[in-house]
């Protein structure tokens, strides 16, 4: 299996070069340049499959010869080997024909552990394979510098930093980051928002020279193209314990970089029956806009009680782009453009081939809230802020209450105790045993001036040069 860029501009490559690497050289993200499809009997087949073996039978087309079988197998047995739920991603029935995906099971208690455990094996083995050593950056606003940093903490051949904006993200997302006391993890608290240590990172990917000799920068965010593969698998996963693919499924996500929903498309295209498709936004509605009203025009971000789906511009949309115009790469250079400059917008016929799949819905903090009151009062289930924002979209978009309707689970409600508790919950909702003693670990951070240079310089001399 070859992968492409979404804007047509560089030459094809194979799965082990795209996930060592960040966007493509043309400033596209990499997709695959078929995508695998499986016949209905063939996924029939799987039902009764523990994750693991599914996962296997999902993701292997795509690692296209790069593992061996039976490593593939391991890197996924270790993947989720430290998930707290025997089923990796249980369902939870709350109403009729209406389920939960409980994704945060894994060691961070966010949906990002699916994908990010899954790709610090896989850097692992890979780079010590190719006997290489790599550098990992990233910025985060809360889950997946935590989610990244427990993935890579064990990779010998990895130095990793992360940039949290100082004190902007949640006590309980820091000290999930800065307790961990291994030699290869960074955590760098920049002075700025989000938004700051998101352009830091881009402009220190964008040219690499501070960097020691044969190094380079490796993205661990959703345009890392392993993440997206990774959650692929628990669609199948979920469409298979309700009677997939024997009927069909919907399917409701709450978005911000559109990585999570991009993987259920991807799911519809490998032959999964799925129905509906709901993209579920905050405040930050532009691809609620975009679906619903053909309104791709940014606006001021908005900080909100689900911070992981404050995002303006949602990465990821740009492969669903992609795949509709029929893997036009000179189209999307145009449309990234126009996103770029603040307004884009969808001819008729790709609005309508989007709008077959997907369905839309905003909910503000307001609705958010009364959806967790709601749902704690008539099932006893506390949901986190971002799955009250998924849920309350998939009630309201729901065209068929004959369909099963899973919403995604993307978060534990403990990460989100100030929201929850907002909501009329009484307390702080327990953390689960093995992060009971968060509070009392020591912590280790360097806050870090919003300056490229000394950003750069930080990094080179922390990077471990030595040889093992
Ligand atoms: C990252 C995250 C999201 C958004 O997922 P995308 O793949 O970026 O759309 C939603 N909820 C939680 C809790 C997250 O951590």
């Known amino acids: 299996m070859l992968y492409v860029s979404t804007r047509g501009g560089c030459p094809a490559k194979t799965f082990d070069e795209v996930i060592l690497t960040g966007l493509a050289a043309d400033g596209g993200l990499f997709v ?122 064990r990779c010998s051949n990895v130095d990793m930093f992360i940039l949290h904006p100082h004190q902007r993200v ?4 820091r000290r999930q980051m800065t307790t961990v006391m291994a030699d290869n993890i960074h955590n760098i608290a920049l002075q700025g928002t989000f938004d700051d240590c998101q352009n830091m990172v881009k402009a220190c990917f964008s040219d690499q020279s501070f960097l020691p000799d044969n ?66 936004t905050n405040q930050n509605d532009i691809l609620h806009r975009c679906i619903s009203f053909n309104d791709h025009t940014t606006q001021p971000l908005q900080q909100s009680l689900a911070p992981s789906m404050d995002i303006m511009i949602s990465s990821n949309f ?38 077959k799949q997907f369905s839309s819905y905003r909910c503000d903090d307001k609705e958010m809230l009364a959806a967790i009151a709601d749902v704690y009062a008539n099932s006893g289930y506390l949901l986190d802020p971002h799955t009250a924002i998924g849920l309350n979209a998939a009630r309201s978009q729901r065209a068929n209450l004959k369909t099963p309707m899973v919403t995604l689970a993307t978060a534990h409600p403990a990460k989100f105790p100030d929201a929850v508790k907002e909501a009329g919950y009484p307390s702080d909702p327990p953390l689960p045993a093995h992060m009971s003693g968060l509070f009392a670990r020591p912590e280790r951070f360097c806050v870090l001036e919003n300056r490229r240079s000394v950003v750069e310089q930080f990094m080179a001399q922390k990077i471990n040069v030595k040889p093992v």
């Not at 949640?170 to 997302?173: A, F, G, K």
């Not at 024997?246 to 709450?254: D, K, N, T, W, Y």
């Open 32 to 153: 695959p340049q078929t995508i695998p499809h499986f016949a209905v009997e063939d996924i029939a087949s799987w039902a009764g499959d523990s994750y693991q073996e599914l996962a296997f039978k999902v993701m292997h087309p795509f690692v296209g010869g790069c593992i061996p079988d039976e490593d593939l197998v391991e890197l996924i047995r270790r993947a989720y080997g430290n998930f707290r739920h025997e089923a990796i991603a249980p369902l939870v029935q709350t109403g009729h024909n209406e389920w939960i995906l409980e994704l945060f099971h894994g060691p961070t208690l966010a949906f990002k552990d699916f994908a990010l455990q899954f790709l610090g094996h896989l850097l692992d083995y890979s780079l010590e394979k190719r006997d290489q050593k790599v550098v990992i950056m990233g910025a985060t606003s809360g889950d997946t510098g935590s989610a990244a940093i427990e993935g890579c903490r």
């Open 170 to 173: 949640s006590d309980v997302q």
């Open 215 to 280: 190094r380079q920068l490796v993205a661990v965010n959703s345009i890392n193209w392993a993440r997206i593969m990774a959650q692929i698998v628990y669609y199948f996963w979920a469409s298979l314990q309700l009677g997939g693919p024997l009927r069909p499924i919907s399917f409701a996500v709450p978005t911000g970089n559109f990585g999570d929903i991009f993987a259920g498309y991807l799911a519809s295209k490998m032959g999964l029956p799925i129905e509906q498709l709901v993209i579920a």
């Open 318 to 355: 740009e492969r669903l782009l992609f795949d509709v115009h029929g893997g036009d790469g000179a189209a999307i250079v145009g449309l990234m453009a126009d996103a770029k400059g603040g307004h884009m917008q969808l001819s008729a016929g790709v609005l309508e081939t989007l709008r």
